[in-house]
Each structure stands twice: as structure tokens, then as C-alpha cells.
């Protein structure tokens, strides 16, 4: 079975003029096809970085990376990755159908077609039916960011990066949206890397979490919680297994802060 991502010795930063700036240094991380892995860390040990990497938008420093069996740039030019960040970054004046539908109008090689009725999948998906023809002004932060997900769902890809995106949400609206996740993801088979702050968000929506430290940048557990959940990785937040992985989850996130 092919990795969704697959990385040895993998060095990332920034290149300066002077020198490069380490963010990450020496990663070696496996994800399986089809695995939700959810990211935690404190601000600045290179989250987004990492991200950006795996979407082919920074280069490596140094080491290897593998996406989707190939080089990042391949993935990315075969518009295989979905990227959504934590604000919508919608275009205002396109409506939600447009907006939807704008990678798979602009932009790079490899455009296909859309299959027909397409984006009214999406919009159904989202929970989006009614609102097709707003514009993104007219919308709440929630249904933004559905926009925003279906938006990189459009063209189906292998892998979904998700940077923070229900930060900015309201409680309530966040626990709905990391449902209509999760049935997304059982539907679809895409592989998600999913960037949190929230212990809770990361526990109930990962099937491992990776926890992240700062100065420098590493990674300083791997928590596989298959064990602890059901074999579509549904779990009660009332849980006993779920509660204690979300303490050692805490404590391991205090003691890299
Ligand atoms: N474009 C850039 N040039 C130089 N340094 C950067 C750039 N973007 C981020 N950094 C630095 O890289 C580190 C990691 O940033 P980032 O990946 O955004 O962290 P996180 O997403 O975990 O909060 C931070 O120290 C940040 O200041
Ligand atoms: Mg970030």
C-alpha cells in the first residue's frame, strides 16, 4: 500500500540569506493511506511548517520526503492535496458555488473536467443547499469554513491538510463541524493531517496524535488511540480510555511548552 506520507531525516525551515533557520530537524514520520492523524503543539514548533512542506509549498532544508509515493510537487501538481486553513480565505466576490469550484477553474496544469453535479454534492455534503448563490459576506464563520472544506474536497483529493481550521469557531459550532469531519473522511478515504490547538479536538478526531514541541521544533510523542476506539474511529468523549488519553495528551503538551 502506497504512504500517504512518508518522510527520513527531514530537515525544514527557512532559507535566510545567511543562513537557514531550522524549524523541524530530523523527522522521520510514517502516515498511512487513509489514516487521520491530528497534530498538536504549541505556537511556533512548526506546525504550518510542516504542512507547508507536505503541500510542496516550502522546499526541505535537507532529508527526504515522500507524498503519495512520489515527490510533493507531483502531488501537487496532480492536484492531489486539499488544503484548508484557519481562516476561509474565501474570495468575496465569487459566491459559494464559485468559490468551490475555483481550483478545479484556475490555476496550474492538470485541470480536469468536474464531474456533473459535482459541487451540488459538496454543497449537500456541507450541509451548504441553500446557499449556493451567497456571497461570502452573507455567511457565519461556520459555514465559511464548510465552504472552505468543500472547496478542497472539489477535486477529490488523496490528502487533506487542515491548519487550524475551527480554531476561530464557537464551541458549539466546532464540535458539529469535527462530525461532519469525521463522516467525511469515513465516506471519502482521504487521508487528513489535522493541525490543532484543542486537546479535546485532537483527541476525539485523530486515530494517532502527534504532539510537537518548541525550540527546536520536534516531535515528542506519537500517541496511537486506534486501541481506544471503535474501528471507524467513533469514540464518546465521556470515555474512560478517551479521558485518560486526553491527561497524558495534556501532560506531554505541558511538558513540551
Ligand atoms: N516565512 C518565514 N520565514 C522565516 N521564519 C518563519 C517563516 N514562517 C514561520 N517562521 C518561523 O518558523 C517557526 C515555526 O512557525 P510555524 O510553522 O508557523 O509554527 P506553528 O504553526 O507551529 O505555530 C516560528 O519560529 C516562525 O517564527
Ligand atoms: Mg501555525
Known sequence: MTLAVETHDLNIGYRNAESDVIVLAGLNLTIEAGEFLTILGPSGCGKSTLLRVVADLLDPLSGKIGVLGAHPRDARQNRQIGFVFQDATLLP????????????????????????????ELLTMLGLEELGERFPHQL????RQRVAIARALIEEPQLLLMDEPFGALDEITRDRLNNELLAIWRRTGTTILFVTHSIMEAVYLGQRIMVM????????????????????????????????????????LEAAS
Not at 140 to 143: D, L, T, V, Y
Open 93 to 120: 466576490w465569487r459566491n459559494v458555488r464559485d468559490n468551490i469550484e475555483l481550483p478545479a477553474v484556475v490555476g496550474g496544469r492538470n485541470i480536469r473536467p468536474l464531474p456533473l453535479g459535482r459541487t451540488d
Open 140 to 143: 457565519s464563520g461556520g459555514q
Open 213 to 252: 514541541a518548541a525550540n527546536p521544533g520536534r516531535v515528542v510523542e506519537v500517541r496511537d488511540l486506534r486501541p481506544t476506539k471503535t474501528a471507524d474511529n467513533s469514540c464518546s468523549r465521556e470515555d474512560a480510555g478517551i479521558i485518560s488519553a486526553m491527561s497524558d495528551m495534556r501532560a506531554a
